[in-house]
């Protein structure tokens, strides 16, 4: 079952990545276009057993300047991750319906995968269409076309992106506030980092 696991993986999923100029870490992978990288990686079930293994997709958007300001130039990646992004995303992101589509794929010792291969390679025709259209996303235009609740986990980088990239003072009101609200060291941080008085 762990072959068949990982040849699906290698052969049919990191190969894709590999065809478009990602590098690749284990089983994350990354791609650095001008402004902003892709991450994607096939995560796995710290549960996981010789017999039953359980994994899932995670992408994300990685922006340099965005993620100095919010953990700091000495917490920069060498090999950005998924969790290191904005905009992380699962299958039921992708699709659009969380509850109808998202699932995680299971292979368990002694059962046919067969089905499960076919959900897996369809999911992941999803990601290809989603990660292609991302190296050409417009950052400006979709993210201030946003309106997210401070409590949105893209909030404090979005924000952060809008204020590098021309929207200084309705940016700054919204850190500023985040701030107030939280008195949280990380938030304070941001607005030190950015110059901005509170």
Not at 79 to 88: A, G, I, Q, S, W
């Amino acid at each position: 079952m762990q072959d068949e696991l990982e040849t699906i993986i290698k052969e049919e999923i990191l190969q894709w990545f590999k065809q478009n100029k990602y590098r690749r870490q284990g089983r994350s992978v990354f791609k650095q276009l001008e402004n902003h990288g892709i991450c994607f990686n096939v995560d796995s079930s710290k549960y996981n057993t010789s017999d039953h293994k359980r994994v899932w997709f995670n992408s994300g958007i990685f922006i340099q300047s965005v993620h100095d300001i919010l953990w700091g130039v000495e917490e920069r990646p060498k090999f950005p991750k998924e969790y290191h992004c904005l905009e992380r995303k699962r299958i039921g992101d992708i699709r659009g319906d969380w509850k109808k589509y998202e699932r995680s794929y299971i292979f368990e010792e002694g059962k046919d995968i067969s089905q499960m291969k076919v959900d897996m390679l369809e999911d992941f025709e999803y990601f290809k269409t989603y990660l292609l259209g991302v190296e050409k996303l417009n950052f400006v235009e979709r993210y201030n076309k946003l309106d997210l609740d401070m409590y949105h986990p893209d909030y404090d980088g979005v924000a952060v992106y809008l204020y590098l990239n021309g929207y200084e003072e309705a940016s700054k009101d919204k850190l500023i506030k985040k701030y107030h609200n939280t008195k949280a060291e990380f938030h304070l941080n941001i607005l030190k980092r950015l110059g901005i008085s509170y």
